[in-house]
């Protein structure tokens, strides 16, 4: 669970403030501070200038435990409980709010604490790229392990992350795979063979590696060719404190063939006016009433699905504990899961082509455009 604090002192605060951080530093060692901010005392005698900021941490520990430490360190610095508009304050530690509830509404409304909040979530985004891999595969055995371009289709697709996030690691159920990227110096976490999809694999593989995360990122194994932009492209969409889920789609050009928009295999979304999916389908989604199939391209601007997912790391333990739903079954999409359950879906948009491989016919394919483009 993650925690937002906030911290103020009006009498020797910086003094105090140091001594409220050593005492934080000890009970929360992931947590992190917002840059201190003068502000006016709040109706209290005293008129000197606040310090204040905010913080953030992660804690197993439910809220009230949280609160009794706060008080704690409160008490350690020195503060004694006294009428209000008399008190000298040397320090004031508030619980603001948790991923899950809030607690002190008003104080969020003010503009130091949104400011600071904004400049922590802006700082310590932390994304972890994960590499779903798995050997067996009905079209394509071993396809991860598949070379191309002299290097295996996984190599790829790592070198192309790691870059990009604070951590990387490919998630794997076969030692064959496993073994294959630590050759090339990448890392990897084994996950169970009994996983669904790759969002589950996800899930699994984000409780084994070290260190905290705020964002999973979910890069299929078989896209040889995401551009680092796209990676980008999905973590801007957590500049937004509302998302929950993001993931990219790439407009159909308008010299697309109809065979290309119905092709099942590419799924389309439709997206409302603050950029989240309304739906998915491997239909061809709007449908234009009143204009002739082999015109549609030409009148309206249809989007193609990215496979690129990213979760707030407790939305992804959220989803995947979530039963099949039965517009996730008709479709085979697993995105439809979390829509019918609530969940909104962020999206972002790129321009740049991908070719995933799904079948040794994909594989030459990809040969020939990596030919063709110059890494």
Excluded at 36 to 47: A, D, E, F, I, Y
Excluded at 106 to 123: C, F, S, V
Excluded at 199 to 220: L, M, P
Aim: proline letters at 5%.
């Amino acid at each position: 669970m993650r925690y937002q604090i906030s911290i103020g002192s009006n009498t020797a605060a910086e003094i105090n403030l140091q001594k409220a951080h050593h005492a934080l530093d000890t009970f929360f060692p992931d947590i992190r501070y917002s840059t201190v901010r003068k502000t006016q005392p709040l109706g209290l005698h005293n008129p000197s200038v606040f310090l204040d900021q905010v913080a953030q941490f992660s804690s197993s520990l439910p809220a009230s435990q949280i609160i009794r430490i706060l008080k704690g360190i409160e008490e350690e610095v020195g503060r004694m409980p006294g009428e209000k508009e008399r008190e000298i304050i040397k320090i004031d530690l508030d619980l603001l709010a948790s991923d899950k509830e809030v607690f002190k509404a008003e104080d969020l409304k003010r503009t130091y604490i949104q400011e600071g909040l904004a400049e922590l979530n802006k700082k310590t985004m932390r994304f972890l790229g994960l590499i779903p891999a798995r050997y067996a595969s009905t079209r394509f055995p071993a396809k991860p392990l598949a070379m191309l371009g002299g290097k295996t289709v996984i190599q790829r697709v790592y070198e192309k992350v790691v870059g990009c996030v604070d951590d990387a690691y490919v998630a794997t159920d076969d030692e064959r795979i496993a073994v294959a990227v630590e050759a090339f110096g990448g890392k990897v976490v084994m996950t169970s063979t009994s996983h669904k999809s790759g969002t589950d694999r996800c899930r699994e593989a984000a409780t084994k590696v070290n260190g905290q995360f705020d964002v999973v990122i979910n890069i299929q194994g078989d896209e040889p060719f995401i551009h680092p932009s796209q990676i980008e492209t999905v973590k801007q969409c957590f500049d937004d404190d509302s998302t929950q889920i993001a993931t990219l789609v790439r407009p159909f050009p308008s010299d697309s063939s109809l065979e290309q928009l119905q092709n099942p295999n590419g799924v389309k979304v439709v997206i409302d006016k603050d950029f989240h999916a309304l739906y998915f389908s491997r239909s061809v989604i709007p449908y234009l009433r009143g204009v002739e199939p082999s015109e549609w391209l030409k009148h309206h601007t249809f989007y193609k699905h990215i496979g690129l997912y990213a979760y707030q790391r407790t939305v992804l333990d959220e989803i995947t504990a979530l039963p099949q739903s039965s517009l996730e079954l008709a479709e085979s999409l697993e995105q439809l899961r979390w829509l019918e359950n609530g969940y909104t879906i962020k999206v972002g948009f790129t321009e740049e082509e991908t070719i995933g491989i799904d079948t040794p016919e994909d594989l030459r394919r990809a040969e020939e455009f990596l030919k063709n483009h110059v890494e």
